[in-house]
């Protein structure tokens, strides 16, 4: 069982930065693959980035070069820097943990003001 809690999410203005993190508990954080996905109003939810035990990572098209993800293995936490913000990145951000079974946080608001 794994439970995640994420953080950092609030307001900013297009073209600013924001960092998420999620803090994981319970079982072993190192065998997971670690990622975030956003739901904005009226939209499925959609993968924004993924990162392996090892650090291999992937990213939504949208985000590329913008976003980057990041996790600590010791401190069982993983990082989303988001950079270059834009009004449709608004959405609420989940952490999820993939293993044998996929594990999500409650999710965290992100606001891009135009």
């Known amino acids: 069982q794994v439970q995640l809690v994420e953080s950092g999410g609030g307001l900013v203005q297009a073209g600013g930065s924001l960092g998420l993190s999620c803090a994981a508990s319970?079982?072993?954080?190192?065998?997971?693959?670690m990622g975030w996905y956003r739901q904005a109003p009226g939209k499925q939810r959609e993968l924004v980035a993924t990162i392996t035990s090892g650090g291999s990572t992937n990213y939504a098209d949208s985000v590329k070069g913008r976003f980057t993800i990041s996790r600590d293995n010791a401190k069982k936490t993983v990082h989303l820097q988001m950079n270059s913000l834009k009004p449709e990145d608004t959405a609420v951000y989940y952490c999820?943990?993939?293993?044998?079974?996929?594990?999500w946080g409650q999710g965290t608001q992100v606001t891009v003001s135009s």
């Open positions: 999820i943990a993939r293993g044998t079974s996929v594990y």
């Open positions: 319970g079982s072993i954080f190192s065998m997971y693959i």
